[in-house]
Nanobody, 124 residues
Framework: QVQLVESGGGLVQPGGSLRLSCVVS????????MGWYRQTPGKQRELVAD?????????NYADSVKGRFAISRDNAKNTVYLQMSSLKPEDTAVYYC????????????????WGQGTQVTVSS
């Protein structure tokens, strides 16, 4: 059974930092591209960052987080991270990790490979 478990969310002040983690089990983690999404009430889930499978370092970011967020992976630990810095109130959301693949240059999520989400709240 494939499981994705996020952690690291919480309450942080504007300008602060958080690091989210997502541990994947039940499958060969290194073979999947990975993505971080976020969602706020009443809105569609938004792709925030993605990273290529294997040992590559190719990454992509939404314009809204470029220069502030960094995605990385540790295949030995079956874990993908999202380092978030210079956080803004508009970053408040539930953050989800996903396993997927690339279609050309675009990240494609596998619809049955989601974590349960972790809440990030940016507020003073």
């Amino acid at each position: 059974q494939v499981q994705l478990v996020e952690s690291g969310g919480g309450l942080v002040q504007p300008g602060g930092s958080l690091r989210l983690s997502c541990v994947v089990s039940g499958t060969i983690f290194s073979t999947y591209a990975m993505g971080w999404y976020r969602q706020t009430p009443g809105k569609q889930r938004e792709l925030v960052a993605d990273i290529i499978s294997g040992g590559g370092s190719r990454t992509n970011y939404a314009d809204s987080v470029k220069g502030r967020f960094a995605i990385s992976r540790d295949n030995a630990k079956n874990t993908v991270y999202l380092q978030m810095s210079s956080l803004k109130p508009e970053d408040t959301a539930v953050y989800y990790c996903n396993a997927g693949k690339y279609r050309g240059s675009a990240y494609y999520p596998y619809h049955d490979m989601w974590g349960q989400g972790t809440q990030v709240t940016v507020s003073s």
